[in-house]
């Protein structure tokens, strides 16, 4: 959630008319959350260092130009703070209506309904329609297998279901980054990267077959357990469902000592 509280000299700042103390080096976002205030975010998370790239959880700062992202802006003293400014509730807005232009809208029937986190942020936001959609006659989309023409779409992106234990579809990916930063913070493998650019970006295992399997994936899990959406999933939670319960646990085998949830 940006960066972590560090120890460091209090530094005291208000966020939504709050007055909060943290340690110097903190991240406006977990200093926010500190102070009981949820700001909407995609690509950060708890235990990865901030990236600072879904721009969901910009701000309002007082005498600073712009909206910042709150998970890579450190507090200051005397800091004036806005979570919920009608200027940052329609950048989140309009930001949401992107990521919905191109994914899937099949929440209904997706194995990962109701545990999904872009569909938890189109609910904060406010978002019930969809206002971008296909230019006429093309497609945009990676994850329909045919045009609005009829023709086989160039762009579709087929699942991944080489790697045993889970699967990867490029169609749902928000393309946060919360799979690489796992798989390079929390297991030092390095197995995973991001190639392409812009609305051609994606995930990329790199392997000899361009799959999970021949790659230098581990099957630690830390990349489907960082996963906000359905992009990679465990193939149980597929076949079985979201689990009811789960356990804090760390790997008896394995040198990292890492917890990880399991389910
Ligand atoms: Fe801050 Fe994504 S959560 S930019």
Same mark, same amino acid.
């Given at each position: 959630?940006?960066?972590?509280?560090?120890?460091?000299?209090?530094?005291?700042?208000?966020?939504?008319?709050?007055?909060?103390?943290?340690?110097?080096?903190? !991240?406006?976002?977990?200093?926010?959350?500190?102070?009981?205030?949820?700001?909407?975010?995609? $690509?950060? !998370?708890?235990?990865?260092?901030?990236?600072?790239?879904?721009?969901?959880?910009?701000?309002?700062?007082?005498?600073?130009?712009?909206?910042?992202?709150?998970?890579?802006?450190?507090?200051?003293?005397?800091?004036?703070?806005?979570?919920?400014?009608?200027?940052?509730?329609?950048?989140?807005? +309009?930001?949401?209506?992107?990521?919905?232009?191109?994914?899937?809208?099949?929440?209904?029937?997706?194995?990962?309904?109701?545990?999904?986190?872009?569909?938890?942020?189109? +609910?904060?936001?406010?978002?019930?329609?969809?206002?971008?959609?296909?230019?006429?006659?093309?497609?945009?989309?990676?994850?329909?297998?045919? /045009?609005?023409?009829?023709?086989?779409?160039?762009?579709?992106?087929?699942? /991944?279901?080489?790697?045993?234990?889970?699967?990867?579809?490029?169609?749902?990916?928000?393309?946060?980054?919360?799979?690489?930063?796992?798989?390079?913070?929390?297991?030092?493998?390095?197995?995973?990267?991001?190639?392409?650019?812009?609305?051609?970006?994606?995930?990329?295992?790199?392997?000899?077959?361009?799959?999970?399997?021949?790659? /230098?994936?581990?099957? $630690?899990?830390?990349?489907?357990?960082?996963?906000?959406?359905?992009?990679?999933?465990?193939?149980?939670?597929?076949?079985?469902?979201?689990?009811?319960?789960?356990?804090?646990?760390?790997?008896?085998?394995?040198?990292?000592?890492?917890?990880?949830?399991?389910?």
């Amino acid at each position: 959630m940006g960066t972590p509280a560090k120890e460091g000299a209090p530094i005291t700042l208000e966020i939504d008319g709050f007055e909060v103390t943290v340690p110097e080096g903190t !991240s406006v976002m977990r200093a926010a959350a500190i102070a009981g205030i949820k700001v909407p975010k995609l $690509c950060a !998370s708890d235990n990865l260092e901030a990236f600072g790239s879904c721009r969901l959880c910009v701000v309002e700062i007082e005498g600073r130009r712009g909206t910042p992202a709150s998970c890579t802006t450190p507090v200051a003293p005397g800091m004036v703070v806005r979570t919920q400014s009608e200027q940052v509730k329609k950048i989140r807005k +309009g930001v949401m209506e992107l990521y919905i232009s191109d994914h899937p809208l099949d929440c209904l029937t997706c194995s990962a309904n109701g545990d999904c986190e872009l569909q938890d942020m189109a +609910g904060v936001v406010g978002l019930r329609d969809q206002r971008f959609e296909a230019p006429e006659g093309g497609m945009r989309t990676h994850f329909a297998t045919r /045009d609005t023409s009829g023709q086989a779409n160039p762009e579709y992106r087929p699942k /991944d279901d080489s790697n045993p234990y889970f699967t990867y579809d490029p169609a749902k990916c928000i393309v946060c980054n919360r799979c690489v930063r796992a798989c390079e913070e929390v297991q030092g493998t390095f197995a995973l990267t991001i190639e392409g650019r812009g609305f051609d970006s994606r995930v990329s295992a790199g392997g000899a077959g361009d799959d999970f399997l021949s790659s /230098d994936c581990v099957s $630690c899990g830390a990349c489907v357990q960082a996963c906000p959406t359905a992009t990679l999933q465990e193939k149980s939670v597929i076949e079985l469902g979201t689990p009811t319960r789960s356990v804090i646990t760390t790997c008896a085998y394995c040198g990292v000592g890492c917890s990880f949830k399991a389910e």
